[in-house]
């Protein structure tokens, strides 16, 4: 027998639920913050339900875009493969990963939003997925079909298109409390304790072996609630057939060696150690983790966050493509590890990816997307780069369209701003809440014995300093007692935090500030992260120009050219999107002491904050410096040529004029990693 310890209840519920009177479809909201069941290892960030947390301002604009864009519309706009062809729902047409991924991204949008539209639109994915379960205990597609052109029509049995089912379902659940979630999933995972011996994580493909980090997430999730022994058991049987990522991040060169492994895989794969963490808290998985973060920015990092994969791990020259699915997809692995360690440098990069590498990537419109981004971009053309021996897909790879490069960032590119919504904000093991990433938003949480508060967190950050948290109480409420748990990113020399308008205290960067006192309707907290310049080197003992979580690009004039694709467009797209550069580009910064730069780079806030703040003409902040031209820094093969080692001496080079920086995230065309010269 297990004890009944599981679930951290607030809202006064001490009330044990007999989930299995329940009818089959009822849907029940249980207003409980759900902790890791003994022998796991309790957690200080609990995640709240999917609906409790609202985007406002810039980000709300991000989702609406989405809904009006493809994530709302890719049903119409990729019928190949989101028709009632695809085979979860039931048809012949598509058996795999990219139905799945559309929905991963557009269910947490539509309850976001509670959007009934969208809603509508996940249903026949989730009912057919349930009604789809078989005797043994699987679900999903289950027969192969001959090749055809544009859809992946075998493998249906794989395991790793599941693995992505399966998060769908925990959200789904995190929404709506249907019951048949839980009953599907504990058949799968007996299913799956079952088969794993004789069919191995990667019997049908290889995916599942880098990825099953997703599958583990749902064991633990499930275990929590139901508390049924043998889902342990199937952990440690699916860590023991997943990819070793503890082992190669300590001890081996998978990092530091090119293509040494696939560029999503390692974004997926970063979390499995933590999260197996949960169950055998030794140390040996939190430091792979860190380590492994240390190693990909050595090796392999960029100034918007990522690093170099276009697909497989390609080093850190600024020229190397990063897919869109590893921008996604890592948000996801550091979201998902956040409230296992409650770290600030996993919150920091989170924001880091957040906020430069994921809106460039995508059009305005949310219409167009690119396969690759790079961190040193100046055109924008169909043309073969030095990409991996994966990348390169007809030269497509870095033009904006529905379908260039490769279709499954068509796909699952839509996950990252609405979890990335969902996760800003946690319930804590002492009964408060907890602001660990920052974005204009409102969350509605239990807090203390079980009292409902009301959080607006309003700010335009990351382009200004301060961030206003206004709580609201109900009526018959005069007060309630609980921590409130504030970040201060590692960025941040020294934080101030006022509460009514009087100073509280002061706060040095890179720790969890915790603020217990009781609260009333009103009451607002202020916290001000003050942002200054600072500098970053990489490839070529390059530079960047940080100032608070955003990376800068010089800012180039765009010339945008609509394709219409005549070669392949039944692969590519009908049409695609070219940029080509109208200004100069090939500029080196000058070299200077660290003392100088606040001087150097003067900063202009633009009077009023945009709805839409990520494009060219809308960058919300300007650096103004000077820098250099190099005139034998020019264009190779639609790329910067290689780019000079700094401190250049000697080069040849014009002389010093003012250039413009922008907000990476506002950028199409840039150079974000700058040669240094001597003045």
């Known amino acids: 027998m297990h004890s009944i310890r599981y679930v951290l209840f607030f809202a006064g519920l001490l009330i044990l639920i007999n989930l299995q009177s329940l009818a089959q479809q009822k849907v029940t909201v249980v207003k409980s913050y759900i902790q890791n069941r003994s022998p796991l290892r309790p957690n200080p960030y609990l995640e709240l339900p999917l609906g409790a947390i609202h985007a406002e301002g810039w980000l709300k604009e991000m989702l609406l875009r989405q809904k009006n864009g493809a994530t709302g519309q890719l049903d119409k706009l990729y019928p190949l493969v989101m028709s009632q062809r695809n085979g979860w729902l039931g048809g012949d047409g598509d058996q795999w990963e990219r139905g799945p991924y559309w929905i991963d991204g557009l269910l947490p949008l539509a309850y976001i939003l509670n959007d009934k539209e969208l809603i509508s639109k996940t249903k026949p994915w989730v009912e057919w997925a ?15 079909y001959p090749y055809e052109p544009g859809i992946q029509r075998d493998n249906s049995l794989d395991w790793w298109p599941r693995m992505v089912v399966l998060k769908i379902l925990k959200q789904y659940y995190s929404a709506t409390s249907d019951r048949r979630v839980l009953d599907l ?8 304790l079952k088969q794993l011996p004789s069919q191995p994580l990667d019997r049908w493909t290889f995916w599942a072996r880098y990825r099953a980090g997703d599958n583990l997430m749902v064991v633990y999730w499930l275990y929590n609630l139901t508390g049924e022994s043998f889902l342990l058991e199937l952990a440690d049987l699916m860590h023991k ?6 082992t190669a991040f300590l001890e081996g060169n998978l990092l530091s060696q090119q293509s040494s492994i696939h560029c999503v895989n390692l974004a997926q794969g970063m ?3 933590l999260i197996y963490y949960q169950q055998h808290p030794e140390q040996k998985y939190a430091e792979s983790v860190t380590k492994g973060f240390a190693d990909l920015r050595k090796y392999n990092g960029l100034a918007h966050g990522l690093y170099g994969g276009d697909e497989t791990l390609h080093g850190n020259n600024p020229t190397q493509g990063s897919e869109l699915c590893s921008a996604v997809e890592m948000m996801f692995s550091l979201e998902s590890i956040l409230p296992v360690t409650g770290q600030v ?11 430069n590498a994921l809106p460039t990537q995508a059009t305005d419109d949310y219409m167009n997307r690119q396969y690759f981004q790079q961190a040193n971009q100046v055109m924008v053309t169909r043309h073969i780069r030095n990409f991996a021996e994966d990348g390169n897909h007809q030269g497509t790879d870095v033009c904006y369209g529905l379908l260039t490069g490769f279709a499954c960032c068509t796909s699952n590119m839509h ?3 609405p979890k990335f919504t969902q996760n800003l ?6 009964k408060g809440l907890a602001a660990l990433v920052y974005a204009p938003s409102e969350v509605k949480a239990y807090v203390g014995e079980g009292t409902q508060v009301t959080i607006q967190e309003q700010t335009q950050y990351p382009f200004r300093e301060n961030i206003q948290f206004k709580l609201t109480l109900d009526k018959k409420t005069k007060a309630v007692s609980f921590p409130f748990h504030l970040r201060i990113p590692q960025w941040c020399k020294r934080a101030t935090i006022s509460i009514n308008g009087k100073p509280l205290r002061e706060a040095d960067g890179n720790q969890i500030v915790v603020i217990s006192r009781e609260w009333k309707s009103g009451d607002v907290l202020e916290l001000t992260l003050p942002m200054h310049i600072f500098r970053n080197r990489w490839h070529e003992n390059s530079i960047s120009v940080e100032r608070g979580p955003l990376t800068y690009a010089l800012r180039i004039e765009e010339q945008w050219n609509k394709v219409t694709n005549k070669k392949d467009p039944d692969v590519y797209g009908d049409t695609y999107y070219e940029v080509r550069p109208k200004s100069e580009w090939n500029y080196a910064l000058l070299a200077m ?3 100088e730069l606040e001087q150097a780079f003067r900063v202009e806030l633009k009077e009023q904050m945009p709805v839409y703040p990520w494009n060219l003409d809308n960058a919300p902040v300007l650096i103004r410096t000077k820098g250099k031209k190099i005139p034998s820094w020019g264009i190779y093969n639609d790329m910067t040529g290689p780019i000079p080692f700094s401190v250049i001496y000697g080069l040849e080079t014009g002389p010093e004029e003012e250039i413009t920086l922008i907000p990476y995230g506002c950028s199409v065309l840039r150079i974000s990693q700058f040669p240094v010269t001597a003045k």
């Open 241 to 246: 057939q997943t990819f070793h990522y503890t």
């Open 271 to 273: 979390k499995e150690p």
């Open 185 to 192: 999933l504990t058949r799968y995972f007996r299913y799956q």
């Open 593 to 595: 002491d660290d003392k």
């Open 415 to 417: 996950q990252g701003w």
């Open 345 to 355: 440098s996993y919150a920091d990069q989170l924001e880091k990816v957040a906020f």
């Open 130 to 144: 349930i009604q789809s379960q078989r005797e043994d205990g699987n679900f999903g597609p289950a027969k192969d």
């Open 425 to 430: 904000w946690y319930a804590t093991a002492d």
